[in-house]
């Protein structure tokens, strides 16, 4: 058997345990709360209108992201359109989902457009920590109204301040590399060097190959240091991305509160606030893409705990996340071959 072949069955085998995990931790999520007849009864009600407007609006929501990673991009020397993006990211969904477990192939699809319209395959890279960075900036005051809510109303303290924490201490480290890598680059170099050695110790043990390559380290500082040099100059940028962070969180808020509505939930504002930000903490923090599985059964604890009949929390909950992630993958399945990506 080739390389080329193996390799693909190492992949096919992931992603197929992948489905089969996703698909086991939604079904014991779902028992938790309710059984499959009561599920079904509730479906059967939902009001097609509300159901069209949370359509849309994570439509749009998805729209803004786009516009996200173009300021994002711009910030720092890359050119690319909001609308010309956003198929580009549907791929990156797929791909993230496609090969779990690590995050590397969903920036690769972002490198691998821009390099194919000639722009720099490295400032892109920092491109997609910037907009990271400025996505969680702007998440931050939904998480934090989110906890505030379950601690006024005495549930789940210690659940949602310790994921709030952990989900602050995410983004100081990524502002942390943005920072060293402007302040202090030999700082940084220094870090990447011990996580590179560690990355080829760990690959040896497992009788797998170095991956982290000799240089890697100084490269990919002095690659971090030349682009986030030169986010200063474009303020501008920022401020657009800024706004379209605030934006597409908005609407992906109100995509939530149209799914309420959808399956007959009154707009209880507590509960729409702490379940949307617990979402966000949960799809963060969970080490598998995505937080398949930890934010489902995040949301639905949330929103049960906050008095919703279980059947309306597991229906909302999943309507949610089929509109968040599911359909983006399928999407994404279909824009990755459309795009001729990972060539």
């Not at 050695?197 to 991956?211: C, E, I, K, S, Y």
């Not at 489902?296 to 279980?310: H, I, K, N, R, T």
Request: glycine letters at 10%.
């Amino acid at each position: 058997m080739t390389a080329p072949a193996a390799k693909g069955r190492r992949f096919a085998w992931r992603r197929s345990l992948f489905v089969v995990l996703c698909v086991v931790v939604l079904a014991i999520v779902a028992s938790q709360f309710t059984s499959a007849e009561a599920l079904g009864a509730d479906l059967s009600k939902a009001d097609p209108a509300w159901v069209t407007v949370a359509v849309v609006l994570h439509g749009a929501f998805f729209v803004l992201y786009g516009g996200l990673y173009a300021a994002g991009f711009r910030a720092v020397g890359v050119s690319s359109g909001a609308l010309r993006l956003v198929p580009v990211m549907f791929a990156s969904i797929f791909a993230k989902t496609a090969v779990p477990f690590t995050a590397a192939p969903a920036a690769a699809v972002f490198i691998d457009d821009a390099m194919a319209r000639g722009q720099s395959g490295p400032r892109t890279a920092v491109g997609v920590v910037v907009t990271l960075a400025v996505d969680l900036l702007t998440a931050l005051p939904f998480v934090l109204a989110g906890t505030v809510a379950l601690v006024m109303r005495d549930r789940l303290v210690a659940f949602a301040l310790l994921g709030t924490a952990v989900f602050v201490v995410f983004i100081a480290g990524v502002l942390a590399t943005l920072v060293l890598s402007a302040r202090m680059p030999r700082v940084l170099e220094r870090l990447l060097v011990r996580c590179g050695a560690l990355v080829n110790r760990a690959a040896v043990v497992l009788g797998r190959p170095a991956p982290v390559p000799g240089g890697w380290a100084r490269r990919t500082t002095e690659t971090l240091a030349a682009a986030v040099t030169s986010i200063p100059g474009h303020p501008r940028d920022i401020a657009v991305a800024s706004g379209f962070g605030l934006l597409l969180h908005l609407a992906n808020l109100a995509g939530l509160g149209a799914l309420f509505l959808a399956f007959g939930q009154g707009l209880d504002l507590a509960a729409l606030a702490a379940g949307f930000g617990m979402s966000i903490v949960f799809f963060i923090i969970a080490i598998v893409p995505d937080g398949v599985g930890a934010v489902e059964g995040a949301m639905a604890l949330v929103f049960v705990q906050l008095g919703m009949p279980a059947t309306s929390a597991i229906l909302v909950t999943l309507a949610y996340r089929i509109l968040n992630v599911w359909l983006p993958v399928a999407i994404g399945f279909w824009c990755a071959r459309r795009l001729r990506l990972f060539g």
